[in-house]
């Protein structure tokens, strides 16, 4: 199998596998307990919170770990809203946000919180000047996603945070899809708050992290015991936080020559199909795009239709985000470019990951020419060009 879909999930590194293995059986202890196995696992997870933290340039005492990325987003927003509502009750974020920041906001909005959406235009950005009209008085908070899971397009970060910081509002980022895949450094980006995810970056499944800059104050949203400062109670996951950390250790190690790699494959992938197959567009801006994303678009054909045959040749691809991909809905990302409905039905995302060749590369803009010709064929929306 060809897998084109690692903004959906990564397969876990061999080496992230062997460091986990021993805390399932042998080191099982109680992270909390002080007998040589609590501790044995306090340092497993100390050590894990170090090399998150080292790939994101933060401090170690900045890391509480969660169960993902959902987890982390519904802390970082639902934590500063409930903290600081008495200072404002104002969010700021975009319109092309992944779910787990979207419906938060809309959450939010449902109990007296006033959120506003930004556009992105054509190319997939947000404005930075949008950012600054926006802001009112009573801004409490702006989420906006590092880099988009779907279309790939990564934000001006850096540039948003140069206002947050000066204005003293917190900044949060879902930088889910770029951490491991683009260099990534809190103290760049000025951001209080940063989302990242194990499974994105060749960890397992069920566990992240929240960056939450010195001096940031969250409400916690669950109650128990003290874990992680008082902000995530509950006994550790060390496995999965001892894999959490390798695979940022991994990341961090090969990230230059990884991004090399993607960016010579991703650059491939799409000068092929886009050479190859008539009426085919690249959505989102090529330049400032993740090295492992390359989203099309192809006229009068259907993306579910696409994927189907894909499939049928090995190559397991996607039309857009997982967690959507069962809606019938076109994709909220796709609209927000301000795309026809028939044209974002006819899209296919492709997300490079480890272990793809030049050759992988080469069979599927053939595979995608082929099921596209085919397709096209049977299309009454093509054959009425
Ligand atoms: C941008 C973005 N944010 C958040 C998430 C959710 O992360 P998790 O699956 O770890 O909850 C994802 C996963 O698809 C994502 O792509």
């Known amino acids: 199998m060809i897998y084109l879909d690692n903004s959906a999930t990564t397969p876990l590194d061999p080496e992230v596998f062997k460091s986990m293995e021993p805390y399932f059986l042998e080191e099982f202890g ?33 890391i509480i770990f969660t169960s993902g990325g959902t987890e982390s987003d519904n ?60 802001i009112r008085d009573d801004t409490i908070l702006i989420t906006i996603m590092q880099a988009n899971n779907e279309i790939g397009t990564i934000q001006p970060i850096a540039e948003i945070g ?38 994105k970056l060749n960890g397992p499944k069920g566990v992240g992290a929240l960056y939450i800059k010195k001096g940031t ?83 009068g054909i259907e993306g579910e239709s696409l994927v189907l045959h894909l499939d049928a040749k090995g190559i397991a691809a996607s ?7 069962k809606s019938l809905e076109p994709s909220h990302v796709l609209m927000a470019l301000g795309m026809e409905e028939v044209d974002a039905h006819g899209s296919l995302r492709l997300s490079l990951g480890k272990n793809i060749t030049s050759d992988d590369v080469e069979f599927t803009i053939k595979a995608i020419k082929d099921s596209v010709n085919l397709l096209r064929s049977m299309s009454p929306l093509w054959n009425k060009n």
């Open 217 to 299: 104050i969250l409400e916690p949203l669950i109650h128990g015991g003290g874990h992680e400062r008082g902000l995530r109670p509950g006994t550790e996951n060390i496995p999965g936080i001892v894999g959490l950390g390798k695979a940022c250790e991994l990341a961090r190690t090969h990230l230059d020559e990884n991004i090399k790699q993607l960016t010579a494959l991703r650059e491939q992938l799409i000068a092929g199909v886009l050479g190859e197959i008539e009426e085919s567009y690249l959505n989102g801006d090529h330049e400032k795009r993740l090295p492992n994303n390359a989203h099309f678009r192809f006229s």
């Open 30 to 62: 109680n992270a909390s307990t002080f007998y040589k196995l609590g501790r044995e696992a306090r340092k497993a997870l100390e050590i894990a919170r170090e090399n998150v933290a080292a790939l994101i340039g933060a401090n170690p005492q900045e």
């Open 75 to 134: 802390m970082a927003i639902k934590g500063t809203a409930y903290r600081w509502k008495n200072k404002g009750k104002h969010i700021i974020t975009s319109v092309i946000e992944h779910p787990a920041v979207e419906e938060t906001c809309r959450y939010l909005e449902k109990n007296g919180f006033e959120v506003t959406y930004l556009p992105v235009y054509e190319e997939g950005l947000v404005r930075v000047e949008d950012v600054k009209e926006a």
């Open 162 to 199: 140069k206002i947050t910081s000066e204005k003293g509002i917190y900044f949060h980022t879902d930088a889910v899809q770029s951490v491991g895949k683009i260099p990534v450094k809190v103290e760049d980006l000025n951001v209080n708050l940063l989302s990242l995810s194990s499974h």
């Open 319 to 325: 039309t857009g985000s997982a967690c959507s991909s």
